[in-house]
């Protein structure tokens, strides 16, 4: 900190090699291409947690709409990646608590 400034030292440096209005500016985020990835490299273990029989097994989601949206979001008529993702976290979490040996008090 200098007279306010946080990270004074590495902004005096940047300065030298970088525009002023890249180090001005505010803070921003950044996404991750998700719909992507499960039509990629994630799809095997997507399937996998969406299967129509699995989901019916474990009784916590109706199988048919979720798997309307995966088959549409895999053909590219809609983009259901964040739909899909709160699903597939739900269903990793399950799986993972499945296989966890909880231990009783």
């Known amino acids: 900190m200098r007279e306010k400034t946080g990270k004074w030292l590495l902004r005096k440096i940047l300065y030298q090699y970088i525009a002023n209005d890249l180090i001005e500016r505010p803070k921003m985020g950044f996404g991750i291409p998700v719909g992507q990835w499960l039509c990629g490299p994630l799809r095997d273990w997507a399937e996998a947690l ?11 989601f109706h199988p048919a709409p979720i798997r309307e949206k995966w088959l549409e979001h895999l053909s590219g008529q809609r983009n259901w990646q964040y739909f899909l993702w709160d699903v597939l976290m739900f269903q990793a979490w399950l799986e993972a608590r499945q296989s966890d040996t909880f231990i009783a008090l």
């Open 50 to 60: 969406l299967e129509q029989s699995r989901l019916a097994n474990e009784g916590y």
